[in-house]
């Protein structure tokens, strides 16, 4: 019989889905408003940069500060801030302020204060529910994280939308106070088990970095995904431009775009039960293959097909895919990491992997500007099929030999 996961973790996983479904909206949301500023597909794709090159350039100090401070406190300020932020944003639309450079702003301001939430959100959960039932625990929360990001948040923020500009930011604020109110309930204190005396930032940052560039499994999870997030993220940059309006190549309203988007998160869902059968039954190794060649292909239908029926169907397997390799990732980056080091494990892992992102944004919109979009969607599509290579690596004997190293090293 299992064991329950646990009051604070349930509490927890409240406060995170307030906290995704606010995220999503707001994500969506933003581009949707933007185009109505502009339609250059390099400031449209720039705000998914903005949002997005935090973890390139904070990633780090963010996983020493979570190794440092009250990981359930960082999580409290990160929403906090951002709360306070959209209400500037929101303030300056209601009275007719509005402005591109303004949305950059948000976009950025609350990309910062992501990279600390979700740092601190996945190094808090073994020390909820222990490392022996993380692979449910990390299960049941993409499965809460990805219905509320990508499942409701974009249908949610296109009808907010269509509504009113000023609906669309002000739920994202009544959503990050809610789970500000959610979080303070689970009572404890989730700092790291370190000594009194702490070296310098820059020697704690170093000391993260090394432990997972010398984990060889873990560096080949790192490297394999920051190659699929660039060429995911280009593409998604530049998707609204392919698919809203009624001169792109899909025709679709703001809403049914947000429909298409959501059949991402449906896929994500549905992966997040299949996760723990599909390890077992396939392996590790066939699981992250199969998982990232769903993902990659995924990303190609729009330069094959402008039907969204067709397109949805691959998104939704793509979503699949993308949940399984997730949780089978994660869940093994923490049960081989110390705790004290799982921040900084996290955050480097993340430079990389979410790092990428805003390049890839980048990528994709000049490239989109001087080829096309259907360029865009070939080229990286085939960019992130070379990540199923990286699989051959994840053998049962590097898994035992990382969790072996895990427990003899002193790091």
């Not at 889905?17 to 794709?45: C, E, H, M, Q, W």
Request: proline share 5%.
């Amino acid at each position: 019989m299992r064991t329950p996961l646990g009051g604070k973790y349930w509490r927890l996983w409240t406060s995170a889905a307030l906290s995704n479904l606010a995220d999503g909206i707001l994500k969506f949301a933003l581009p949707l408003l933007a185009i109505g500023y502009t339609r250059s597909p390099p400031l449209v794709a720039g705000l998914t940069l903005a949002f997005t090159l935090p973890w390139l350039v904070f990633a780090l100090p963010a996983g020493a500060i979570a190794d440092r401070r009250d990981r359930r406190s960082l999580m409290l300020l990160a929403n906090a801030v951002r709360a306070t932020l959209l209400t500037g944003l929101l303030a300056a639309v209601l009275l007719d302020a509005g402005s591109i450079w303004l949305l950059y702003v948000a976009a950025l301001g609350t990309g910062i204060a992501e990279t600390c939430y979700d740092t601190a959100s996945q190094a808090i959960v073994p020390q909820l529910v222990g490392r022996d039932k993380l692979p449910r625990a990390n299960s049941r929360l993409y499965a809460a994280e990805t219905t509320a990001l990508e499942l409701a948040g974009p249908p949610v923020a296109g009808l907010l939308v269509a509504a009113a500009a000023a609906l669309s930011l002000a739920t994202p604020i009544v959503l990050w106070v809610a789970a500000v109110v959610v979080l303070l309930s689970v009572r404890g204190s989730f700092r790291a088990a370190t000594t009194d005396r702490r070296p310098h930032l820059r020697t704690e940052i170093a000391e993260g970095l090394r432990f997972v560039w010398r984990t060889g499994i873990l560096r080949t999870f790192t490297v394999m995904t920051g190659v699929f997030n660039f060429a995911s993220s280009a593409i998604m940059a530049v998707l609204v431009l392919y698919a809203v309006g009624p001169a792109s190549a899909m025709g679709l309203s703001e809403a049914a775009y947000g429909w298409l988007l959501s059949l991402i998160a449906a896929g994500c869902l549905a992966g997040s039960f299949v996760a723990e059968p599909a390890e077992r039954v396939l392996g590790p190794a066939r699981a992250i293959g199969l998982a990232f060649f769903l993902g990659a292909a995924s990303l190609g239908a729009p330069a094959l097909t402008t039907d969204p029926v067709l397109i949805g169907a691959a998104f939704f397997a793509g979503g699949v895919g993308l949940i399984v390799s997730n949780v089978t990732t994660v869940s093994l980056r923490q049960r081989i990491t110390p705790d004290r080091l799982l921040g900084r494990a996290n955050s480097s892992h993340r430079l990389v992997a979410y790092g990428t992102r805003p390049l890839g944004a980048l990528a994709g919109g000049l490239l989109a500007q001087g080829f096309g979009l259907p360029t865009v969607f070939a080229v990286m599509s085939l960019l992130a099929m070379s990540t199923v290579f990286g699989a051959t690596k994840v053998t049962a004997e590097a898994v035992a030999e990382a969790e072996r190293d895990a427990s003899d090293s002193p790091v």
